[in-house]
């Protein structure tokens, strides 16, 4: 009987599986709970909280999967066990059966016509007596050698058969835990990925609720800057203080403010020429409120500066500056390009207040 074979992993499996189950169904689910969580940092704890769930069913998952091959390797080893158990005891019956005919056969010889027959020819075959006892004694040896060699193989079918049995119980033992650990994978699975897709969504709750956060930041960042619009106050000659030229490298300014008889319609920026690459400067100080594909406008970068006033810089190769940085006026931001709606590489350079496309040159002196 093997090692493997004579562990009693009945018990061992089960009691194992059991508190697998019980810890996965006792983790804590977390289902639709935005009710819960009214800032991005508590929406970013529930989903921590979710990921580190996570990662228990799947070490449970592992343990799971690990039970079910040895409950395998126990069933194949119990099973080959059983079979070789099985013909032990076959071979035994067999010689049982040959050497039952051997003494059969020796018997019919020597009582052909029963009674003392055998006992008279061996006394009548002597020449002496002492040749009748080694007759005799021979005659005996073999019989009881035949009868021990019954006796022994009758013993080994009897132990092969036991043996035979004990496997299989076993091998049943190993398929019942066999079924069970792959109950136990599918309750697991499941279990994953139920909190995995509830993951994924208590993560894009987080993204949104940082956004909002971000724009509720900056709205009373601008607020606040209302109140202190030194950055935002047009001094005589109608530039605004402290500005600089968004794209000092330029070659020539291609289409002017207002209505362009060339385009067909009105033209809500200034299209400064430039080689591809050249580097783009916010205007002002202030702070980045988008980075990000513009539509028509391509790669943009819009800066806010405060009472009301942004600034937005498009077609951009690349841009070179994140939502919430601040920015002082000269900061590189991006590179000029081409696109978006472009025909050659230009930056599109656009002022508005509160929300209204009005002439940059009122602002910057380009």
Known sequence: MTENAKRPFGASLAATLAV???ASLALPFYGASSAFAVTSAEKQEEADNIAATIDKLQDQLNEANAEYERATEAYEAATAAAEDASVRAELAHARIV????LLGGRAKSMYKTGGNTNFLEVVLGATSFESFLTSWDAMQMIADQDAAMIDESKQKRSE?????????EQQQTAADEMRAAEEAQADIEATKASME???KKVTEEVAVLQAREEEER???????????ASNAVVVPGGIVEGWVHPCPGYTYISTEFGYSSWHGYWHNGTDLAAPGGTPIMSSGPGTVSYVGWYGGGGNTVIVSHGGGVRTIYMHMSRQAATVGQQVAA????GYVGTTGQSTGNHLHFQVEVNGTPVNARNYVNL
């Open 160 to 168: 092969a058969e036991s043996a035979e049995k004990e496997y299989r």
């Open 330 to 333: 000269g900061t590189v931001i």
């Open 20 to 22: 697998v189950l019980a």
């Open 197 to 199: 897709e509830e993951l």
């Open 218 to 228: 900056m709205a009373a960042e601008e607020a606040a800057k209302r109140q202190d």
């Open 98 to 101: 040959e050497l039952q005919d």
